[in-house]
């Protein structure tokens, strides 16, 4: 792998998913969900820090994301795979924040799935 170039395809299937999450959260109801999961995952601010600017409890702000990422899991459910989370991770591997935020999804949408 070292210094090749990551594959052309891979890279357009990772602005793919990239851009259907994005979507997703942008289109979710709740605004407080869609805040802590663009404080979370795309600002990469710690739970503390999440909830110092949302203005909450930083437990109401951790039960907010798991909600948040419950919600998604629905609009998302059977479209994310696993190896859409590895090629992700691969071909922008500065996006650590929002693969964990599709390891969240992914290992509860595929039966057996393990973090």
Known sequence: MGNEPPDPAALIRAKE???LLF???TEMGDDKEKL???CRFYM???PEETSGRMGVEC???RQLEKQAIASLNER???ILSIDDVDASHYCMPDMDK???LYRKLVFRVIPGGKS
């Open 36 to 38: 802590v999961i663009l």
């Open 17 to 19: 998913i990239s851009d």
């Open 23 to 25: 979507n997703a959260i």
């Open 98 to 100: 929002v693969t964990a």
């Open 44 to 46: 990469h601010l710690s």
């Open 59 to 61: 437990e109401y702000a």
């Open 76 to 78: 998302l459910e059977g």
